[in-house]
T-cell receptor
Framework: NAGVMQNPRHLVRRRGQEARLRCSPMKGHSHVYWYRQLPEEGLKFMVYLQKENIIDESGMPKERFSAEFPKEGPSILRIQQVVRGDSAAYFC??????????????FGPGTRLLVL | AQSVTQPDIHITVSEGASLELRCNYSYGATPYLFWYVQSPGQGLQLLLKYFSGDTLVQGIKGFEAEFKRSQSSFNLRKPSVHWSDAAEYFCAVGRMDSSYKLIFGSGTRLLVRP
């Protein structure tokens, strides 16, 4: 049973380019969370999605960031016109069918984004 | 607002020594508490979690944590540390709202002396 998969593991972009981060949840999981980890900091919640729905995007920056979780395929976190401050590790987590605080979130290995 | 505080940024212990990592939380209701471990360049692995019941929780790799409501604490312990335990440890609280997102502390980096 494969775990949460993220790709790419490392991504280098120049300022102004777009970054697309992909997350495939564990089999049978329909809830996806994205977190960002800035250097020397803990993880900060960005967005929570279910299939075809954004449930909570209270942690997403208001501009340039968007997320989706289509009916088919992985969840995508998209960052347009990247800036150096976007350099961070981006983690995806998934949880099973019903979600809830008692459901464990399983984390992927992360995508480390470096903006030059 | 909910918050999680891990007061120790770095901790160094000798291999075989005991370990306690501190975690304090601020939350208005009964918290759902987690400890995760992150090895360098890796994702997070769940060590243990507390929802209710016995306040002493056993986890993987020989770790345990104790929930103390009166102190708003959820400290992680291990009686004998192994070199492979060197990693970063994160305490988190789960919110009881529509998203159940996790609020993380800033982490404690554990170094193990041979």
């Amino acid at each position: 049973n494969a775990g949460v998969m993220q790709n790419p593991r490392h991504l280098v972009r120049r300022r102004g380019q777009e970054a697309r981060l992909r997350c495939s949840p564990m089999k049978g999981h329909s809830h996806v969370y994205w977190y960002r980890q800035l250097p020397e900091e803990g993880l900060k919640f960005m967005v929570y999605l279910q299939k075809e729905n954004i449930i909570d995007e209270s942690g997403m920056p208001k501009e340039r960031f968007s997320a989706e979780f289509p009916k088919e395929g992985p969840s995508i976190l998209r960052i347009q016109q990247v800036v150096r401050g976007d350099s961070a590790a981006y983690f995806c987590a998934s949880s099973p069918r019903s979600a809830g605080p008692q459901e464990t979130q399983y984390f992927g290995p992360g995508t480390r984004l470096l903006v030059l | 607002a909910q918050s999680v505080t891990q007061p120790d940024i770095h901790i160094t212990v000798s291999e075989g020594a005991s370990l306690e990592l501190r975690c304090n939380y601020s939350y208005g209701a009964t918290p759902y508490l987690f400890w995760y471990v992150q090895s360098p360049g890796q994702g997070l692995q769940l060590l243990l979690k507390y929802f209710s019941g016995d306040t002493l929780v056993q986890g993987i790799k020989g770790f345990e944590a104790e929930f103390k409501r009166s102190q708003s604490s959820f400290n992680l312990r291990k009686p004998s540390v192994h070199w492979s335990d060197a990693a970063e440890y994160f305490c988190a609280v789960g919110r009881m709202d529509s998203s159940y997102k996790l609020i993380f502390g800033s982490g404690t980096r554990l170094l193990v002396r041979p």
